[in-house]
């Protein structure tokens, strides 16, 4: 399972996007609360379901950038897009926010 | 006027004009001037609301801040909500139109222009040199920044007004009002044990529904009132158009665009707009910002005040582009390991660590290292313990970003023994699964 850490993300490679996922209208994978920084693609296109991103790249390659974090290349397949968690107490976790 | 596509390469005099064209809308927009210029603001926004197809406004406000813009357009909402019921439906599309139309209409125009006259290359070059610079600086920097610290303020304000409201209603009339009749109720038929556990029951089921049902209809209408949302592209000033108007600002120096509506856009703006809320019969403008403070990296950043400085006294913190809570930078003292390990934002969490001193904050976290390691790209990684008094451990796995060099200190479960296993658990993974192949 290829995986590619950005930042406070994880894109995952995964078989199919799961059915019923809604494809979205930007490619803004996750932004940043106290920055205003935003991961984003530049090509693909985005879906979520039950609160989950997916992201299907057709083309040969998208470029995944950040301001502050370096360029990493996705090569053609569809994705899982996983946001880092905390804890804060038992049976309690939360996005990592930045 | 020159013809099509005459323009394929810039002159060394025109090249040269590209960085103060730059440096002249940046400092238009962030230098500190807040002065309007009333009688073209007063055209500038007649202009507008025409080029919309809209009747004029009746009321046009000069504040001087974003805070106090969105405030005044809030109470201007319930004031209009009064006399017309559908006013906000209204106000929000009559927005769109001269925000985005106006906007779109003119930039188009203008786009129709370049594109027909002047070659790819050169629009490349213009685009770097002075689209892309000034709409980061201003617009990424402070538009968007400063923007999502007044919604953030502004949904804090009408959160509390709402749970003011609900909290006044519930609490003084209907739960203390359920729970004496269901007390006496069943306080005569089963006796007081009884009474006591049922009435409780009762009492906060009942308590519960009419809380979601005030909740419900006080906390939507109040929401509407809201009418910002965090949607920059509906606002028109130069805290949102600086990027873009300085792009084709160059061109019309070269000789290349020579629409009046671009000039009365520019104008508009240029009167001293920082942001601009059109309502259907008011237009709410915010003076520009009266100091900005940056870093080498032209993030905004200020350690011994605020970056950002209205006239009317708002202030904006930020570090390194961080958005920071007021008190990190006004009272630093109050800083410690606790309320380090209290903050919910890594990114504020991060420089609240910088500001105390990672030997000052390992110092009084006092905590132990459970474990440490080396991650895929080389970078060491710690298992730490907090023990609390009174409370469960805090175990925090230490990592730095390879891409930021920032050290980031992430709360775990307090069970976990590995320093990959925690990592692993931050991403849902198994820790047999969480390989990266690629970080940054």
């Known amino acids: 399972m290829d995986q590619y850490r950005h930042g406070d993300l994880i894109i995952m490679r995964v078989d199919a996007i799961p059915a019923g996922a809604i494809p979205q209208q930007h490619r803004i994978l996750a932004e940043g609360e106290a920055t205003g920084h935003a991961h984003r693609v530049d090509t693909g296109v985005l879906y979520e379901r039950e609160g989950r991103l997916y992201l299907d790249v057709a083309a040969a390659k998208a470029s995944l950038t950040h301001e502050e974090h370096g360029t990493i290349i996705l090569p053609t397949g569809r994705y899982e897009v996983r946001r880092q968690r905390e804890y804060i107490a038992p049976e309690l976790t939360r996005q990592v926010m930045d | ?440």
């Open chain 2, 1 to 440: 006027m020159l013809t099509a596509r005459s323009l394929k390469i810039l002159t060394p005099e025109q090249a040269a004009m590209l960085p103060s064209i730059r440096d002249e809308w940046i400092d238009r927009a962030i230098g500190g001037d807040y002065h309007v210029d009333i009688e073209a603001l007063q055209a500038g926004i007649l202009w507008a609301y025409r080029r919309a197809g809209l009747a004029p406004p009746r009321h046009i406000f000069l504040m001087a801040s974003p805070w106090a813009a969105q405030c005044a357009a809030n109470s201007y909402q319930v004031h209009d909500q009064v006399s017309n019921q559908v006013s906000n439906q209204v106000s929000n599309q009559v927005s769109n139109r001269v925000s985005n139309q106006v906007r779109a209409q003119v930039s188009a125009q203008v786009r129709d222009q370049i594109d027909t006259q002047v070659s790819t290359q050169i629009r490349d070059q213009v685009r770097d040199q002075v689209h892309d610079q000034v709409g980061n600086q201003v617009g990424t920097q402070v538009g968007t920044q400063v923007g999502t610290q007044v919604d953030a303020q502004i949904r804090d304000q009408v959160d509390d007004q709402v749970r003011a409201q609900i909290s006044a209603q519930v609490n003084a009339q209907v739960r203390a009002q359920v729970n004496a009749q269901v007390r006496d109720q069943v306080r005569d038929q089963v006796g007081n044990q009884v009474g006591t556990q049922v009435g409780t029951q009762v009492g906060t089921q009942v308590d519960a529904q009419i809380r979601d049902q005030i909740h419900d209809q006080v906390g939507a209408q109040v929401h509407d009132l809201s009418i910002m949302q965090w949607c920059p592209e509906a606002y028109s000033g130069y805290g949102w158009d600086c990027g873009w108007l300085a792009y084709y600002d160059a061109f019309r120096r070269f000789g290349v665009v020579n629409l009046p509506d671009f000039g009365r856009y520019v104008n508009f703006v240029g009167s001293g707009v920082w942001n601009c809320i059109i309502l259907r019969s008011a237009a709410i403008v915010c003076r520009r910002p009266c100091a900005v403070h940056r870093d080498g990296r032209n993030r905004l950043h200020r350690l011994d005040g605020p970056a950002v400085q209205w006239a009317d006294g708002y202030s904006n913190y930020f570090v390194h582009g961080v958005s920071m809570p007021a008190w990190t930078i006004e009272h630093p003292e109050r800083l410690n390991a606790q309320a380090v390990l209290a903050e919910q934002n890594v990114e504020v969490r991060h420089v609240m660590v910088e500001q105390l001193g990672v030997t000052r904050f390992m110092q009084e976290a006092d905590p132990h290292v459970v474990d440490e390691d080396v991650d895929g790209g080389g970078m060491p990684r710690r298992l730490l313990r907090i023990q609390m008094t009174g409370d469960e451990p805090i175990c925090v796995v230490d990592v730095i970003c390879p891409s930021t060099g920032h050290r980031h200190f992430l709360r775990v479960p307090p069970g976990m023994q590995r320093a990959h296993d925690a990592v692993a658990w931050t991403f849902d993974l198994p820790p047999e699964q969480y390989a990266p192949l690629v970080e940054a």
